[in-house]
């Protein structure tokens, strides 16, 4: 009798195996799309796309088991983002994730059925990605961290690093920021409160930029807040450089400009909002539709400040900055 239960428990113990093994390779492997206006050689885009994966991983979604994911680097070139975007839509992804407005424009204009959730997108409603924050109706959501009201505070960080401050630029991309004009009048209005003339510094490219910050290193107390756009970012290391060559104090966006040297920064965390875009992704793969998930604004806001950047200014860090700073760069 021992021997007879001994090989009916073994025999169910292989059953179950084969059935779990079996299950496991019939698994459907689900396909990803990513579009990001990064250039593949970016660290801060390599860090997002590796948080999107490790947070996806925590899900369950396996590359290899149950996860195949498609990437296309644009390097913030418009051209390349059309052509990867027919890339994309031709390998039939069950879900597309893309970063930039010009990267979700473009995607869109390639699929009105394909689930989208894009990240680092400023007006989602002005743009026409979506008909409402709450309820995105179409085949788009995601999350907009950069709200408006930065407009305004940028200009607020710049004053209170440089209290002398008497003209403002606002530097963005019209090609790629054509949502600039939700941050116009905030800045405006901020710049109108400390008193300093406020003015908007349209570039086309790193001549035209060069040209307005060396412009207004010869104007007394003068400073720059740059707009998060797909020519700016990208662009970072150059545009750092060209305001410390000419000692204009600026405001920037995201941290990864103040770890390159740029004087200081206020926005979202990047990299955290690529792994809330991967809690989208799971549950439209699970079946959710974007129309039923509301577009989600920033959870925090991050203030970087760059003590040496500001010595070679021949800037104090004023003691108020400094206690609120979530990082100082020395």
């Known amino acids: 009798m021992r021997r007879r239960e001994f090989t009916r428990l073994l025999g169910g113990a292989a059953v179950a195996w084969s059935v779990a093994a079996h299950a496991q390779q019939s698994e459907r492997v689900r396909r990803i799309g990513i579009l990001t206006f990064s250039a593949e050689s970016d660290p801060e885009g390599q860090s997002s796309v590796a948080a999107f994966r490790e947070e996806l991983g925590k899900l369950g979604w396996i590359e290899g088991r149950n996860l195949e994911i498609n990437i296309r680097w644009a390097a913030a070139d418009l051209e390349s983002m059309k052509r990867f975007a027919k890339e994309l839509v031709a390998i039939e992804p ?49 999350f907009s961290p950069l709200v408006r009201s930065l407009g305004g505070k940028w200009v607020e960080l710049l004053k209170e690093m440089v209290p002398r401050l008497a003209r403002v630029v606002l530097l963005f991309n019209p090609p790629t920021a054509t949502f600039i004009e939700g941050f116009v009048g905030p800045f405006k209005s901020a ?66 400009f103040t770890e390159l040297g740029g004087l200081i920064s206020y926005g979202p965390y990047i990299v955290d909002e690529y792994r809330r875009a991967a809690a989208y992704a799971d549950r439209i793969l699970k079946g959710a539709k974007p129309s039923e998930l509301p577009v989600q604004a920033p959870v925090k806001f991050e203030l970087v400040v760059n003590r040496k950047t500001a010595g070679s200014l021949g800037l104090d860090v004023p003691p108020s900055l400094l206690a609120a700073a979530d990082e100082v760069i020395d």
């Open 191 to 256: 710049a109108a409160a400390i008193g300093a003339e406020a003015i908007i510094g349209p570039v086309n490219d790193m001549p035209d930029l060069e040209s307005l910050i060396a412009t207004e290193a010869r104007e007394a107390n003068s400073g720059l807040v740059v707009i998060p756009d797909a020519f700016t970012i990208p662009h970072r290391a150059e545009i750092i450089a060209v305001a410390a060559r000419h000692r204009v104090p600026a405001v920037y966006w995201s941290r990864s």
């Open 94 to 142: 069950d879900f597309i994730l893309t970063s930039s407005t010009p990267a979700t424009a473009t995607m869109l204009q390639a699929t009105r059925t394909i689930p989208i959730v894009f990240v680092i997108v400023a007006d989602p409603v002005g743009s026409g990605f979506v008909a409402s924050l709450p309820r995105p109706g179409g085949n788009a959501t995601g």
